[in-house]
């Protein structure tokens, strides 16, 4: 049993971690996978686990909102979907003999090259693949605004499939894989955050399922961080829209370099 204060504590975290990852399409895990370790005590493949749980609650309701909003790629997000669904259930499955330490480090690692991605544009990783079969897609959202974007298989289905593995096995969610590959493919960051959520409650759903199988989730811990993380993602996507887009890539990748640097002190580190 989680007491009290605890449980109060983990709402009110959470309720500002899904805010945060509501507008930056991320799916949270960026920020749940820390403060279940660094402030609850977890170690690193149960709070992989149970940050996937709370992601599934968090990206339905941002989902809802998005699509009222009219900026959901429906067709991209589809085609993200398949394989990054079938990577999260390989990557979630190698956590069975994967130790915390390393699956700790490699989310320290993946975090902290994704901010360097967003911090410096010319960073060389998520690289958009423009070339082979592709389609057109145009979206007409709610602010009267109309965008077209071309969706290009193959780059997809690389970075797609890396997301999914890395969110099974990290518990990020993938997001921080999918808007980048979607950004620098010609997609605006609002509308690739907004489809990048879609993708992200799916791909979290598969390696979530995995995880709850080997037993890698703690259920208080999940609930109360779902019911904060839910409050705060409706909230996220009522305010990103009002974010440019400079200040909410900037501000992104700031924080997840904090992160990044955060925990792998405390991996190299021990308790």
Not at 136 to 148: A, L
Not at 149 to 156: D, G, I, K, L, T
Not at 256 to 270: K, Q, S
């Amino acid at each position: 049993m989680i007491s009290t204060t605890l449980a109060i504590a983990a709402v009110s975290i959470a309720i500002l971690a899904g805010f945060l990852a509501a507008i930056a399409g991320l799916g949270g895990g960026f920020l749940y996978v820390p403060i279940l370790i660094l402030l609850f005590g977890l170690d690193p493949i149960s709070a992989v686990g149970t940050s996937l749980l709370v992601i599934i609650c968090s990206t339905l309701v941002a989902s809802i909102s998005y699509f009222r909003q009219g900026r959901i790629f429906f067709r991209s997000a589809i085609c993200l979907i398949l394989p990054s669904s079938i990577c999260a259930i390989i990557g979630a499955s190698l956590t069975a003999v994967l130790t915390g330490v390393v699956v700790a480090l490699l989310f320290s690692v993946m975090v902290g090259i994704l901010s360097l991605k967003l911090l410096y544009q010319d960073f060389p990783f998520v690289q958009a693949l423009k070339r082979g079969p592709s389609f057109e897609e145009i979206r007409s959202d709610s602010f009267s605004i109309t965008v077209k974007n071309r969706f290009y298989y193959a780059n997809y289905l690389l970075w797609g499939s890396l997301a999914g593995l890395a969110s099974g096995l990290t518990g990020i969610g993938g997001g921080v894989i999918n808007v980048p590959a979607m950004v620098t493919a010609g997609m605006p960051v609002h509308y690739a955050v907004a489809t990048s959520t879609v993708v992200v409650l799916f791909t979290s759903t598969a390696g979530a399922g995995i995880h709850a199988t080997l037993g890698h989730i703690n259920s208080g811990y999940a609930l109360f961080l779902s019911i904060g993380a839910v409050i705060g993602a409706y909230a996220g996507t009522l305010a990103v829209p009002r974010i440019p887009e400079y200040f909410l890539r900037k501000g992104v990748g700031i924080l997840l370099a904090c992160i990044a640097v955060i925990m792998f002190i405390n991996t190299i580190l021990g308790p």
